[in-house]
């Protein structure tokens, strides 16, 4: 198993004066919907100027795009075969599993916690909870921002402090998405004035692509009733999905703001994710879950004050690299056994042993395995023993199937290696593979 | 750099009838309540819109159907708002809970809001006393805000007293002061956590003022309400800018065995997902839904 690259003289060096750490995370953000990232229907100027100031990763791939298995990942550094939290069903996650909060306390930090947690066990357990979350950014988001401001003024001393704060939104969207109008045919809440059509956006191109033949659409979503959307549905959806976004850039201002006021500025690191994307009308899906980059791919910016703004374009970066970052931030040695890599000398522009590809499972039970490198994507669907790949850089919409194509046949054999290679060091936790054969019965 | 996945693709034409009137399925509940949107603007409402079958004719406009629990218990308080203008409105704060495919069997109070108006000499005061409670934390917010006068009153300065605390009793409080004042073009709010400067010259209003505009705005494009660009500060410190409002047609609706009739407006722009406010016909703004949260108004007195 690669481990993370630490510099052994900075660990625990006593004349160092250690960052702060704040691991600010969003929910259900795709990098696309950002302005700074191309996307003209929204407005993010916070979004855009943490993007202006730090490094971000082009290819961040989350281990699963599901709220509780990718954000159980992110402060584990496990997969999810590993911990165990396959989905949002159930706590599956190994009550065993060390998380990164005890870990960062006994290395002299304060870790502390506000707004969404969403891991199967108590956030009291690794974090002093300063506020709790709510299943609804458009009420939580703002006290949760007004807390981290609070904290960041009120902070005394010189400890350092490993600060979360876990905004909500744009997960509302997935309450927009049910159908709360109890019949299932479209957006809950669908009361468009005049005028607002020709406000919505345009359905994205790929937005009748699926390309994975053998399954339904339904396995992808949460709902398999936005079949039943139509054209209009889907616009007003994404035209929501953007304000959402919009609602929680300007939470993150006002945190930003704080940070940049606060004595901390100089001396902190600010990791900025979301858990995992949303389809945004492409591939006929919104939400989560799907092994297709809409869901997958997430934005990811870590600022270093000391380090010059730039997009990453070469690591194929994963959630479990979250952990393993700050640790070495904090200079603290890494969860033993964990898989995730620093991305701190990534940064720094030093040279690493990085791995060639992300790898994640998909599809709320861990269906779909994935491997995804920054040119090529292979997806494969347990149940069947299907395989899906796309060429992301010809094809970055997932268009077109290239597995049975010639051309691609030794990429196709390289990324089958990389998933079997990958796997076989995967130590699977309890309960997990009786999951997966009782799944597989099912075929 | 990726090149954006979401480039302004193929042109969608329109669909003949964008406004969908949904039946909906209410077993269960008790319903006191029907209502019809008419189209007010002579959209081709409905026209197109799949009629399936439902349990029970009864008809919600989407933008409130999120709280038709509530509405079924619903009872409008007595009494207007005064013609003076100094008055005291306080509303329910509604959590939308729900379970995809099934009715929501409640719509809980998680909070209320207590606005007082004072109508001063070229300017409009609120004082505003706002407590939530979620998951154990409660949330309070006091405010004193002085409004400039025009058919959207924007702030002009004002102070917010923000406090957090566990109601489980865990050993954390937060509490933030904020002070604000928008001159020559420029919105500015300072507090402990430092300040934040908005070049805009719009008016920026705050939730409750957008209210009181409503209290009085004709359903109609021409009124100055719906002609004015503003922007709004959500939560007394979010700042979404270039909002406007637009007229939403009429409701008929029964409430604890009362016809009322509601005309409504939709505020939209940077941040916010269509809200709806909806307004009866003693200029009451008695509902207003935004995308999770709603309100309604549960009692009137003069200030």
């Known amino acids: 198993m690669q481990r993370a690259c630490l510099d052994p003289a900075r660990l625990k060096a006593p004349d160092m004066k250690r960052p702060n750490i704040v691991f600010l995370h969003i929910d259900q953000q795709n990098p696309h919907a950002i302005g700074a990232n191309g996307c003209s229907y929204v407005s993010t100027p916070h979004m855009d100027r943490i993007i202006g100031k730090g490094v971000s990763f082009q290819h961040f791939c989350v281990a699963n795009p599901c709220c509780m298995p990718s954000r159980t990942s992110w402060y584990t550094g496990l997969m999810s075969e590993e911990h165990g939290q396959l989905d949002n069903n159930l706590p599956n996650m190994d009550p065993t599993i060390a998380d990164i909060g005890p870990l960062i306390r006994s290395g002299g930090y304060d870790p502390v916690f506000m707004g969404k947690w969403h891991v199967a066990k108590p956030v009291e357990q690794s974090f002093q909870l300063l506020f709790n979350g709510h299943g609804c950014g458009e009420l939580g988001d703002g006290p949760t921002a007004r807390a981290a401001e609070a904290f960041l003024a009120d902070r005394e001393g010189d400890k350092p402090f490993f600060l979360n704060v876990g905004l909500l939104n744009p997960h509302d969207c997935c309450m927009w998405g049910y159908d709360f109008n109890w019949r299932g045919d479209g957006p809950a809440k669908y009361s468009l004035g005049p005028g607002m059509i020709d406000e919505l956006p345009l359905l994205p191109p790929n937005h009748r692509f699926t390309c994975m033949p053998t399954m339904p659409e339904s396995e992808f979503s949460a709902d398999p009733t936005r079949g039943h959307w139509t054209d209009v549905d889907w616009r007003y959806y994404m035209y929501c999905y953007y304000r959402q976004v919009e609602m929680v850039d300007a939470e993150i201002g006002r945190i930003l703001s704080a940070l940049e006021h606060s004595r901390f500025a100089d001396n902190t690191i600010l990791i900025f994710a979301s858990d995992h994307g949303d389809g945004v009308a492409q591939h006929y899906h919104y939400g989560k879950g799907s092994p297709l980059d809409p869901s997958m791919v997430a934005p990811l910016v870590i600022v270093d004050p000391a380090v010059k703004s730039r997009r990453d374009n070469i690591h194929a970066v994963s959630n479990i690299d979250i952990t393993a970052t700050i640790c070495d931030y904090a200079g603290v040695d890494p969860l033993p056994g964990r898989r995730g890599l620093s991305l701190r000398p990534v940064l720094e522009g030093k040279s690493t042993d990085w791995r060639p590809y992300a790898a994640a499972c998909a599809s709320f039970d861990g269906r779909n395995r994935l491997i995804r490198t920054p040119t090529h994507k292979l997806i494969n669907d347990r149940k069947n023993n299907e395989y899906v790949m796309y060429d992301l850089v010809n094809d970055p919409l997932e268009m077109k199937n290239v597995v049975a194509d010639a051309a691609y046949a030794s990429t196709l054999k390289q990324l089958k290696d990389y998933m079997d290679a990958n796997e076989a060091t995967y130590h699977y936790a309890p309960g997990t593979i009786a999951r997966f054969e009782r799944f597989l019965k099912k075929t | ?303």
């Not at chain 2, 409105?89 to 998680?110: C, F, H, M, Q």
């Not at chain 2, 010259?201 to 100055?224: F, G, H, M, Y």
Request: charged fraction near 20%; glycine fraction near 10%.
């Open chain 2, 1 to 303: 750099m990726i090149e954006s996945p979401l480039p302004d693709g193929e042109s969608q034409p329109p669909q003949p009838g964008f406004m969908h009137r949904r039946d909906f399925v209410v077993g269960g509940i008790k319903v006191g309540v029907s209502m019809l949107v008419m189209d007010w603007l002579r959209m081709p409402a409905f026209a197109g819109e799949q009629h399936r079958t439902t349990i029970l004719p009864v008809h919600l406009n989407d933008s409130i159907n999120i709280i038709a629990n509530y509405l079924t218990r619903y009872t409008p308080p007595v009494g207007d708002f005064p013609a003076n203008g100094a008055w005291k409105a306080s509303y329910d704060l509604l959590e939308w809970t729900g379970t995809p495919g099934k009715v929501p069997s409640t719509n809980r109070t998680i909070g209320n809001a207590t606005i007082t108006r004072r109508a001063d000499a070229g300017a409009i005061g609120y004082d505003l006393d706002y407590t939530l409670r979620l998951y154990g934390w409660e949330t309070g917010l006091k405010s004193s805000m002085q409004c400039s006068t025009g058919p959207i009153p924007g702030l002009v300065k004002w102070q917010t007293d923000y406090e957090n605390h566990s109601m489980k009793g865990q050993p954390s409080s937060l509490a933030l002061t904020e002070n604000g004042e928008h001159r020559d073009g420029v919105l500015t709010i300072s507090s402990k956590a430092g300040t934040r400067h908005f070049n805009t010259t719009r008016p920026v209003a705050p939730q409750w003022a957008i209210l009181d505009a409503v209290r009085t705005a004709k359903p109609d494009p021409s009124d100055p309400v719906a002609g004015i660009e503003f922007d709004y500060l959500y939560d007394l410190t979010s700042y979404r800018p270039r909002q406007k409002l637009r007229p939403a047609g009429r409701l008929d609706i029964s409430l604890d065995g009362t016809a009322h009739q509601f005309h409504g407006f939709i505020q939209t722009g940077i941040g916010s997902v269509p809200t709806h406010y909806w307004v009866d016909a003693a200029g009451r703004p008695l509902i207003f839904t935004g995308g999770l949260v709603c309100s309604g108004l549960a009692s009137i007195q003069p200030a």
